[in-house]
């Protein structure tokens, strides 16, 4: 049996998710729950982070298709992230 490994981004991005769990579902954070639930799909682990995930979907009333779909929309009309610190993409 493989051992779960610990996500190195795994400290900030609960305080995103949890942030999530409690914010609404504006084109900032659908854009940061689109790219954590890119993040986590099929990780070994933070499993915690995996199912908060499912959960901001559920309380928003998403899939992830759907997600996917307006955050497409949403990149396509604005830049998200301008702004908000960081001048690099972080896709990882």
Known sequence: MLKDQQHPLWRSDRD???????GTPDDYNLAELARLCIRYRGFPGARDIQTDL??????WNLTEASLFDR??????????YRGRGSQREDWS
Request: no cysteine; hydrophobic share 50%; glycine share 0%.
């Open 16 to 22: 995103i998710v949890n942030a999530l769990l409690d």
């Open 54 to 59: 499912k959960r901001v979907l559920a309380q």
């Open 71 to 80: 955050t497409r929309q949403i990149h396509q009309a604005a830049q998200v």
